[in-house]
């Protein structure tokens, strides 16, 4: 359990109105005391990790990134992929993916991507970054939902479904509480991070992502 800064949540999860944002200066990440969250007075559960690859692998990363970041869009299209295939789908890696909300349209692919499961979450989460150009269009909060839902379509949901998640104002406090509360005890700055073996790191590319990894595994 943990407690969440109302304030955050009510301009994360408003539809209707105000000026999109996104930021443009390296992903930075707007800062959340645990003082002040815990001082707003609101218990709420925390979401629980999207986890891929094999539990036991003998290292653990895991990437706080934003879908409205286009530095993780990127590292997505490039340096994950490779990370996954060499590293998550052998065996050696467990690859944890949390999710950083800069504003409102970050937590509403969060809660679409969610929306499909387990099993669908990674997949939701490559098309939302692949996209994200596309989805994030003027930056029209109507069209932005629409074209989320287009992408939850496309992994096979109804519109009756996303509607469902989309409106779990529930889901969306343990969410952002696990945002909060996550970023702030691995004194995360910036997206895309990589917490690994205990340590942070900024992003990367795949060679000295490779070249991290093998050392800690000893290879």
């Known amino acids: 359990m943990t407690r969440i800064l109302p304030i955050l949540l009510a301009a994360v999860l408003l539809i209707g109105g105000g000026a999109y944002y996104m930021s443009q200066n390296n992903g930075t990440v707007p800062g959340i005391s645990v003082a002040e969250a815990q001082d707003a007075g609101t218990d709420v559960e925390l979401a629980p990790d999207m986890v891929m690859g094999d539990e036991n692998?003998?290292?653990?990363?895991?990437?706080?990134?934003?879908?409205?970041?286009?530095?993780?869009?990127?590292?997505?299209?490039?340096?994950?992929?490779?990370?996954?295939?060499?590293?998550?789908?052998?065996?050696?890696?467990?690859?944890?993916?949390?999710?950083?909300?800069?504003?409102?349209?970050?937590?509403?692919?969060?809660?679409?991507?969610?929306?499909?499961?387990?099993?669908?979450?990674?997949?939701?989460?490559?098309?939302?970054?692949?996209?994200?150009?596309?989805?994030?269009?003027?930056?029209?909060?109507?069209?932005?939902?629409?074209?989320?839902?287009?992408?939850?379509?496309t992994a096979g949901m109804t519109d009756g479904q996303m509607d469902t998640c989309l409106q779990d104002e529930g889901k969306a406090q343990s969410m952002v509480a696990a945002y909060q509360q996550n970023a702030t005890a691995d004194e995360i700055n910036a997206t895309p991070s990589f917490v690994i073996d205990g340590e942070t790191y900024s992003n990367m590319s795949y060679d000295d992502f490779a070249k991290l990894i093998d050392e800690k595994l000893g290879s």
């Open 57 to 153: 692998a003998p290292l653990t990363i895991i990437e706080y990134a934003s879908f409205t970041c286009p530095h993780c869009a990127n590292f997505h299209s490039t340096v994950f992929k490779d990370l996954k295939k060499n590293y998550v789908d052998t065996g050696k890696v467990k690859y944890i993916h949390r999710e950083v909300y800069f504003d409102r349209f970050g937590l509403w692919a969060g809660m679409i991507a969610r929306c499909g499961g387990d099993e669908r979450y990674f997949g939701l989460t490559g098309m939302i970054y692949d996209g994200q150009k596309e989805w994030i269009g003027d930056g029209d909060p109507s069209t932005i939902l629409d074209n989320l839902r287009k992408i939850g379509r």
